[in-house]
């Protein structure tokens, strides 16, 4: 019996025994955030933050690359230490540095290290200044989340302190920043209001972590989301739920006095009215904004590609031409700047056979004349006329374009009448010219 109970007691010991030991692991590096985590001039001040699995006899080293040591950065007892510094001066030597971090753990006696983290160090003298390369939102966007953050991205490595305190935001905002390499995140502390422009500028005094100033100063605005409708109503409606806005707009979508042009889907006018409350019945002086601008459509005929449109109350006018948008035109031709409009008269791709003789009638008493062709060089000589009185004629190889240009007040040539030929053919009658595209 006594034998027996032995047995037992050893046999509890060694399954208590095979527990403990599975249980004891080594201790891990959670994680090592090294910035700037890139390559570093020397004399550019390093933060090592490290995270251990448990609390550890910890030490951070720097080392050369072949495991020499340059010099203990940090060490103590704890789970998550404060960042250590490394300040390389100006006599570090250039070259990789492995960040050697080594973790005891006295009660379970294991250990380990890790030595996989490494930092470049360059030579000093880079005094490049450094700039803003990116941001969110961005310049002009609208209807901006009130929850979101704001980023901003730089060329270089960021003194973080002095990026920080370059920032600000009108209206003003507090919040808190967060860093991921070279990319600055600030994180209001609450929403934003809804429908309220903010202006972001990132002032000069940024500097980079090797001293260098900001190249210039960085400015951008946007527009957060609306809180109810701030526009598609063709009505203005106080009493509606939910809320309309105090700034409100129509465009041709809730105000059929503008210009819209269905196929291309394209509007250019809005009306924006500011209110002070929904008890107010007067619009103050500035509250009341009609906007037009020009936009790209399309030409119908499909080898022009696009011109410039301007909506005017409800009616659509030329506006010009943008070099390498618009095949009849080789240059920037834009009428606003010289503060004019014409309206577009015809634009089509209808196809019209015209015989020798002939015309073709267009708006503004002009007509396209067919003077003579030449079926065998598919050639024809046209003559655009005005007033019954001739104004241009050219001869045009098919197929191609006539294309007639004329100074309007202060520009000069300006493409006013494309014509495109297709063809010329020989007629059962009479020689034909073929046109599609006006």
Known sequence: MKGRIKYVSVLIMLIAFTTASAAAEPPKLISCDIYPSTSVEQGTNVSIDCLFSESVDYEIRI????????????????????KAWWNTTTGTSVGTYNVNVTM??????????????????????????????GHTPTDGETD???????????????????????FSIDPDVDGLFDWDDDTMTFTPDDDLEYNTTYEVTIKTEAESSGGANLAEESKWKFTTESLGHSTGFRIWDAGREPPMDLNYTWDARSFTGFYYDLDDDISTETLNIHLGGYDDRTIDEDNLTYTTTAADIDFEHDGWDTYKVIGFMAEKYFAGYEEGKAKIADEDISLISKDMLSKVLIDEDEKHMISTGASLQL??????????????????????LKNGKSVDTDIVTSPADYIYEKDLGKLDDVPLVAVHITSVFAGTESDMLVIEGI
């Open 104 to 133: 005891d753990n006295s009660t379970s006696e294991l250990s380990s290290h890790n030595s996989t983290n490494t930092i470049k160090v360059t030579a000093a003298g880079d005094t490049t200044a450094p700039t803003v390369t």
């Open 144 to 166: 901006v989340s009130i929850s979101t953050d704001i980023t901003v991205t730089f060329s270089d490595a960021m003194n973080q302190t002095s990026a920080q305190d370059a």
């Open 363 to 384: 708006e503004e008493d002009y007509e396209l004349r067919v003077v003579q062709l030449d079926v065998d060089g598919n050639q024809a000589q046209v003559e655009l």
């Open 63 to 82: 080392e050369t690359a072949t495991g020499d040591l340059v010099k203990v950065i940090d060490s103590g007892t704890a789970k998550n230490p404060e």
